[in-house]
């Protein structure tokens, strides 16, 4: 961390997006976790993701729960609307602001911690009910708040900062969350923003719950030999299936890639992936194949990384329970409260 | 593109640009934490090793450090660096204990030097110190020069120049003031071991025009007017001046005559108003005292009325540029325009006077009239005589002669010893951490976000009564402390080391001008365009440093870094670190490199 606050000055060279931003304005405080956290990265992939998608930061609603992960949203999109809930219950918070305004963006933002332990049954559900949102997990494998203790996605066998072996075996959220019904499956690595910045922005213009589970070395408690959360075993065993660009319809498409190679998905809202397969036999639209694919791989010791699994036509919760399309707060008088007439027509059919 | 070698003197000296655009090689930012921490000594000391003149300087100097400030190309002024260097000399104390003392056993060696200019005395006082019996000629009353004769008293009033003479002086240079010398020859005729020559560019530019010869007495050359004004032998103009010409001259000229009696004064330029000689700040002064400045016009002719001056024709005309981006100035084709007034200033540019120096004594001019020098060495056809200032490569600025100066001492010192004046000896380089602990580094980090202080100055109804007035007040503490907050402390560099890092990107997030990329090698102007944010400043260098696990390299532009730190305080493994890097450029006596 730092006491600074970061300097305002920036050169007039500086890159900026369509709505006139600069990355800078997507940005929030200081962070104060420990210098070389991985989720400060995730945190400025975050920023890079929004600027590139020229998203109004007062479209977007942040939520998290507990822990050195959940602190994050107060580090990235300082105008945006937030709210750091209880621990573990981020989803039902998040679930219950989407049902009340289907307009906002939800970015939901949690560790293994926050997701695997306390609310893991918060995440299922989130999940199962196709909420439309990002849901990020940053997951380093320890508790880093309390000082290093294992996580429910420690690996089996992997040895804490004092030595001690994990005997417990690991959530797989990922595999979990492929097994649960989202419509959106990645896995990548906070040291590689490149990977990572693609995935968030497709996660983002998804329709349907994303989920993104980011491997993010804890710096200070899990970044030994030994462990397999380190910036070093992470990059050792890391196997991506694909690399992904995301087009937005006003892009020019430039790429050209051998045939075979590429797979085209167009989302819902017109935005089109690009996945440059690196495993040729990878099928990310077959889910049964990719939890089976993620089983086979990790009982190889690698780290499965890329778009995991895309439903291109998926459906998300307002459309399963036929909801309003306005926002509940902009739903007048006359419209909730239609009057004797509406009563009773409604009385008379139940007759 | 090859990694940076950040060990050569050069890259991180490009990186401090106050320092490295100064001729003389100030070290600014050093300077500036010292006022900051109110040691006005040690900030004085340090300016006058490098320039001699710190308090001249610091009211006139050109400034070639301030556009070239990082500031500038982060926020909207650079700091006021100039500005801060008058600080350290208003409020110093006194220094005289803590200069140099000139050796008392003397190394028998003979320093001429003609001209008690800027190039003059700094050559006297680098030697002096190594042993030296130096004697400079001068004609005028005391020393000083041009920074005497030439510049305005309300901007530089003569107790600075008396007390940085003194200094000089003070280190047993024997001043002989009222010495014409007349003959290079019978000067050399008096065996000194080196004769320096500064002796400016005494001579104003005339405009040969019709109407010149019968209007004479109410036509003087700027440089000339300026002495007599300097010196108390003009001490009134008519009410209506006209000053021809753009460079910063034409503005001290044009200032003078508004104090003189001068109520309506008008500038008249050949060029453009933005393409004009004069320093910004300069034309700035001149328009804020109710001068205006006429663009576009070339002088034709000087009317007159029997030989009184009733004004001037100006042909109009404007610029154009050929596919070289020459320009050249072709007149409109519109009426000529004639403008009334009872007298004219030429400041239409200096020439060099060389009628003293005999042709055939072994110093060679080239068809210029220049003397034929090595821009390196300064040293003429005739070995003992050296160059500098002025006097040397044509017509530049104060600090320039004393960059000049430094140079031409070094050369004479080599010279008087025997020694190859090609090997020169380089600078003394020094890079330390600033590391106190966590998130301490032993300079503030803290970037300021505050505008360029102004300077206050005297009201225009006092300024323009009294032509001996000092016009800028200069800073006070106050807003010294404040503006001293500005610097970005260029020279604390970012130091990376390669084995350190684990590649957590944490640098690459905090950074706030997002200067620093980790990417794979490619060549330069390739790489300059896919960094985080492309590097579009040519003139400022990638650092480039490889050996990281990935096989990536890291890329820093150095182009818009604050020095803030921040990439230092965020990384977890040490990998940055900043290490303050001092750069102390030779001057007379130190040890040339053994080859």
Known sequence: MTYLAKPKLLSADAPRNALGYTRRDYEGAISTLCAGCGHDSISAAIVQACFDLDIEPHKVAKLSGIGCSSKTPDYFLGNSHGFNSVHGRMPSVLTGAALANRNLIYLGVSGDGDSASIGIGQFAHAMRRGVNMTYIVENNGVYGLTKGQFSATADKGSKSKKGVLNSDSPIDLAALALQLGATYVARSFSGDKEQLVPLIKGALCHNGPALIDVLSPCVTFNNHSGSTRSYDYVRQHNEAVNRVEVILPRDPIEASYPPGSLRRIVQHDGSILHLRKLDIDYDPSDRIGAINHLQERQALGEIVTGLLYVDSSAQDMHSHLNTVEKPLNQLGDAYLCPGSKALHALNDALM | ?595
């Not at chain 2, 308090?55 to 301030?66: A, H, N, S, T, Y």
């Not at chain 2, 500031?71 to 005289?96: M, N, Q, S, T, Y």
């Not at chain 2, 320096?196 to 109407?211: I, K, Y």
């Not at chain 2, 004004?311 to 109009?316: Q, R």
């Open chain 2, 1 to 595: 593109m090859k990694p940076t070698d950040i060990s050569a003197p050069d890259y991180l000296h490009k990186v401090v640009d106050c320092q490295w655009a100064c001729p003389a090689h100030t070290p600014v930012p050093e300077y500036i934490r010292q006022i900051a921490a109110g040691d006005f000594a040690a900030a004085y000391l340090l300016n006058w090793r490098s320039n001699v003149f710190p308090g001249i300087l610091g009211r006139v100097c050109d400034r070639p450090c301030e556009p070239a400030c990082r500031r500038g190309r982060v926020d909207k002024e650079p700091v006021a660096i100039c500005r801060l260097k008058r600080v350290a000399a208003d409020f110093k104390e006194d220094i005289h204990e803590l200069l140099p003392k000139a050796p008392t056993v003397k190394n028998g060696k003979r320093i001429a030097c003609v001209g008690a200019g800027p190039a003059s005395l700094t050559v006297a006082r680098d030697l002096a110190v190594q042993g030296y019996s130096v004697t400079v000629f001068d004609s005028g009353q005391s020393a000083g020069g041009m920074m005497r004769s030439q510049i305005p008293k309300f901007r530089l009033p003569d107790s600075v120049i008396d007390e940085e003479c003194g200094y000089v002086a003070g280190l047993d240079v024997e001043l002989r003031q009222n010495e014409w010398i007349g003959s290079l020859r019978e000067l050399l005729a008096g065996n000194w071991d080196a004769v320096f020559v500064g002796t400016g560019a005494p001579r104003g530019r005339d405009a040969d025009l019709p109407g010149r010869k019968e209007a004479a007495a109410h036509i003087h050359v700027g440089i000339d007017w300026l002495a007599n004004v300097a010196f108390g032998h003009v001490t009134k103009i008519a009410r209506r001046v006209i000053v021809l010409g753009g460079g910063n001259t034409a503005m001290d000229c044009c200032r003078s005559a508004r104090r003189l009696g001068g109520e309506d004064v008008h500038v008249v330029v050949r060029s453009g108003f933005d393409e004009m000689k004069a320093s910004p700040w300069e034309k700035e002064d001149a328009i804020h005292e109710g001068i205006p400045i006429h663009n576009y016009l070339v002088q034709k002719a000087f009317t007159h009325d029997n030989g009184r001056l009733t004004g001037v024709l100006f042909e109009k005309v404007q610029a154009e540029y050929d596919a070289a981006g020459r320009r050249s100035l072709v007149p409109t084709g519109e009426p000529d325009v004639h403008r009334e007034c009872d007298e004219v200033l030429l400041a239409i540019g200096q020439e060099n006077a060389f009628t003293w120096i005999e042709r055939d004594i072994g110093v060679e001019f080239d068809r210029h009239g220049m003397p034929v020098l090595d821009a390196k060495t300064l040293q003429s056809t005739l070995p003992r005589v050296f160059f500098g200032g002025d006097a040397a490569l044509g017509p530049k600025n104060i600090i320039t002669a004393v960059a000049q100066g430094h140079e031409a001492a070094i050369s004479i010192d080599l010279f008087c010893r025997n020694e190859p004046l090609t090997q020169r000896p380089g600078p003394l380089v020094n890079l330390v951490s600033q590391k106190m602990g966590i998130h301490e580094w032993s300079y503030d980090n803290h970037v300021s976000e505050e505008a360029r202080r102004k300077v206050p100055v005297k009201t225009l109804e006092e300024a323009l009564k009294d032509i001996k007035l000092e016009f800028e007040l200069g800073y006070d503490l106050k807003l010294a402390c404040g503006e001293t907050e500005r610097c970005l402390n260029c020279d604390v560099a970012t130091v990376f080391t390669p084995k350190l890092c684990i590649e957590c990107d944490a640098c690459v997030d905090i950074c706030p001008t997002e200067c620093i990329t980790f990417t794979a090698n490619g060549e330069e102007d390739e790489l300059r365009g896919r960094l985080k944010a492309p590097a579009k400043n040519r003139e400022q260098a990638l650092y480039l440093a490889e050996g990281l696990k990935t096989g990536r390299v890291m890329v820093k532009d150095e182009n818009v870094c604050l020095h803030c730190g921040m990439c230092a305080e965020r990384c977890p493994t040490g990998a940055w670190d900043m290490q303050k890097f001092t750069i102390d450029v030779a001057q007379a006596g130190a040890e040339a490199p053994r080859s």
